[in-house]
């Protein structure tokens, strides 16, 4: 049976360092890959914009700001050589600092950076990528071949100015309270299609004023029911957003109307029908070119006066009635519009058909006021 031996050169390597850490004369003690470390002290967090496009000039190529490592040695084998920091007496291997990212779409400027003779650190730097997001900058330690310790490094990447910018046409909100204009962003993009969400912007009221103003932390209020815009500004992008500040609708809600000389079914005369619709609150739904679709929903209470019978009432319960808010006005379906009065709305019918199939002789208007 043939006997196998170690490389000579691992034999000569585990000599070197058993007589250098059994030296009892106070010589040299080796330190091996188990005794060094790897730290960042420089750029561990970066921030930074992506590449500007159509530049040429190297350097902006590069993020500048450096990623600085250092190795250092165990606290073990501090303490076996019997000092309290690096000293001639500690003797460093060979190291070199193999550098990788996490995400292909960045990288750092040289994949690997040897560790010098009588140095403890090294620098690298990020090639700047078109990407936003987080590039995570991993730092390897590697001596005799094989990893000793790794670091991570963080760079922020922000986008770039912004190249498209697409904004909500028209922004509606109650006029007792306060709208943020960031609302209007719909999308805005720097020149490699990176998402902005936080762009910076300036805004100020282009039409409406003084019903519509910013007040001081910059959000724009109204003093009622009305109409105007704002104008944002984007880097060099300019858009003019609809403001529309209406009656807040999510109070409970009491709608009243009344139709009166009808004819009854089998010959009969109503005088009248009262109908009182209790509303427990408004359910907003989708913003149309029209208006803002508005379901209320609660109990209704019909009450029937016919010519020689006493009266009769009538009572629907989970009743829902679907209309349109617009600045001052509120329109019921189909068609029938009610003007704003400062403490509700009136105006427009909601009577049905006369029970007999007639006419009727007059209607009252629709008369909607929050309790």
């Not at 990407?131 to 790794?150: P, S």
Request: proline share 8%; glycine share 12%; with cysteine.
């Amino acid at each position: 049976m043939r006997r196998t031996r170690p490389p000579a050169h691992l034999i000569a390597a585990l000599l070197l360092i058993a007589a250098c850490r059994d030296n009892a004369d106070g010589g040299p003690v080796a330190a091996g890959p188990d005794d060094l470390r790897i730290g960042i002290v420089a750029g561990r967090g970066i921030f930074s914009d992506v590449r500007p496009p159509g530049v040429d000039d190297p350097d902006s190529a590069v993020i500048q700001q450096p990623i600085t490592v250092r190795i250092t040695v165990t606290p073990d084998l501090l303490e076996e050589a019997g000092a309290t920091g690096p000293t001639p007496r500690i003797q460093m291997p060979a190291v070199e600092v193999r550098w990788r990212t996490l995400e292909g779409w960045c990288r750092p400027v040289h994949a690997v950076t040897p560790v010098a003779a009588g140095a403890d650190s090294v620098s690298n730097r990020l090639q700047r990528p078109t990407n936003a997001g987080h590039c995570h900058l991993v730092a390897e330690g590697v001596a005799a071949g094989r990893v000793f310790d790794a670091d991570t490094a963080t760079i922020d990447m922000s986008p770039g100015a912004p190249a498209t910018v697409t904004m909500h046409e028209r922004l509606v909100f109650s006029w007792r309270l306060q709208l943020n204009p960031f609302l209007a962003f719909r999308r805005v993009e720097d020149a490699y299609g990176n998402v902005d969400t936080l762009p910076p912007f300036t805004v100020a009221i282009s039409r409406g004023a003084p019903a519509f103003f910013l007040n001081a932390e910059n959000m724009v209020r109204a003093t009622g029911e009305g109409t105007g815009a704002m104008e944002m500004t984007v880097g060099t992008h300019k858009r003019t957003v609809e403001l529309w500040a209406v009656e807040e609708m999510r109070r409970p809600w009491r709608l009243t109307w009344a139709c009166y000389g009808g004819a009854a079914a089998g010959g009969g005369q109503v005088d009248s029908v009262h109908v009182r619709f209790d509303a427990t609150g408004g359910r907003y739904g989708s913003v149309m070119n029209e208006g803002i679709a508005v379901t209320f929903e609660g109990n209704r209470t019909t009450t029937t006066w016919t010519a020689g019978q006493p009266p009769r009432e009538t009572l629907l319960p989970n009743t829902t009635f679907h209309t349109l808010l617009r600045p001052r006005e509120l329109e019921w379906s189909p068609g029938q519009v009610a003007a704003s009065t400062g403490n509700g709305f009136v105006g427009g019918t909601l009577c049905e058909g006369a029970p007999g199939g007639g006419g009727w002789a007059r209607t009252s208007p629709v008369r909607a006021v929050p309790f």
